[in-house]
């Protein structure tokens, strides 16, 4: 089966955080997409069970997660189509051929990638320095 990187770097950007662009590219028994997929109930279970701590700490699991995913759409993103399908399409006999959709996911999810980084850097700071005063 064909593995489209605008696809795959759609995913990781977006639903990074579920491990389904994982889940795309190696299938369901992928251990990297079940850990990123265990982010979501971890923290909630880590957000009821220190009820007060700040959101930073026990999001932490999630924060992370979305962090890999957006990395990883921009690592498969900017990886050439010839190396793509070295490593995923190997059995295909169609080539890859990215557009500028994927140009502009790129573009975006840089973009998202230094504002979640910011607003990180912003709220510990926050809590560092203020003991979480702003918020």
Do not use: C
């Amino acid at each position: 089966m064909h593995k489209n990187k605008t696809t795959a770097t759609l995913l990781a950007s977006t639903l990074g955080w579920t491990g389904a662009h994982r889940f795309y590219l190696r299938g369901r028994k992928d251990p990297a997409g079940w850990l990123l997929a265990a982010s979501f109930p971890l923290s909630l279970w880590l957000q009821h069970t220190y009820f007060g701590t700040p959101g930073l700490l026990t999001w932490s699991p999630m924060i992370a997660a979305a962090l890999a995913g957006l990395v990883s759409a921009l690592f498969s993103g900017l990886q050439s189509d010839e190396k793509w399908d070295a490593h995923y399409n190997t059995l295909s006999e169609h080539p890859s051929a990215s557009g500028w959709q994927l140009a502009l996911i790129l573009v975006l999810t840089a973009g998202l990638t230094a504002i979640l980084i910011l607003a990180i850097l912003a709220r510990a700071l926050d809590l560092m320095l203020t003991g979480g005063a702003y918020g």
